[in-house]
T-cell receptor
């Protein structure tokens, strides 16, 4: 069964203080690894899809990287508007349909 | 324009009641999903439909019954509601695999169900 573990559970940052979020995964074969952002009271919003080890994607202050066992979401010089819960998910090749298995998320708070 | 919409946004009801949550997507997607997010924020797939055909049916009590009248709608009916059903339910949609290079799932705003 596919499994995803995210750490830390919560992260408090000062504005401008860069940090990284970890997503460790176990999957029989990786079809894709996904990062989503979720604001309070809203649905998850797509950020990135990574398909193979060594792949990297960037969007504004966010950069996602992938190895065979884990993914990192790097937040560079964060701003208060980057405060959200960041969710990692995997789709395994044995999973039916387009099933995503999510981790528990990392709650990020960026203080001005 | 709202891509994936759900109604109602909030639902408060008594144990034992039957309730429905409606979902509509205007993205032209073929696949729709229902997820449950519990109090610890874990998001877990419940069902997936592809062109009105059930594809994913996780270990969910049979009190939960999805209904897809057409590929733009996926409703969730819950019978005999229990306290443990309290959660936020999200609808999502996506293109068929291979049609979207990101294989992105688009989520609705969620329905917060509270069972008293």
């Amino acid at each position: 069964e596919d499994q995803v573990t995210q750490s830390p559970e919560a992260l408090r940052l000062q504005e401008g203080e860069s940090s990284s979020l970890n997503c460790s995964y176990t999957v029989s074969g990786l079809r894709g690894l996904f990062w989503y952002r979720q604001d309070p009271g809203k649905g998850p919003e797509f950020l990135f899809t990574l398909y193979s080890a060594g792949e990297e994607k960037e969007k504004e202050r966010l950069k996602a990287t992938l190895t065979k066992k884990e993914s990192f979401l790097h937040i560079t010089a964060p701003k208060p508007e980057d405060s959200a819960t960041y969710l990692c998910a995997v789709a395994g090749i044995k999973a039916a349909g387009n099933k995503l298995t999510f981790g528990g998320g990392t709650r990020v708070l960026v203080k001005p | 324009d709202t891509a994936v919409s759900q109604t109602p946004k909030y639902l408060v009801t008594q144990m034992g009641n039957d309730k429905s949550i409606k979902c509509e997507q205007n993205l032209g997607h073929d696949t729709m999903y229902w997820y449950k997010q519990d109090s610890k924020k874990f998001l877990k797939i419940m069902f997936s439909y592809n062109n009105k055909e059930l594809i994913i049916n996780e270990t969910v009590p049979n009190r939960f019954s999805p209904k897809s009248p057409d590929k733009a709608h996926l409703n969730l009916h819950i019978n005999s509601l229990e306290l443990g059903d309290s959660a936020v339910y999200f609808c999502a949609s996506s293109s068929l695999p291979g049609r979207d290079p990101n294989n992105e799932q688009f989520f609705g705003p969620g329905t917060r169900l509270t069972v008293l």
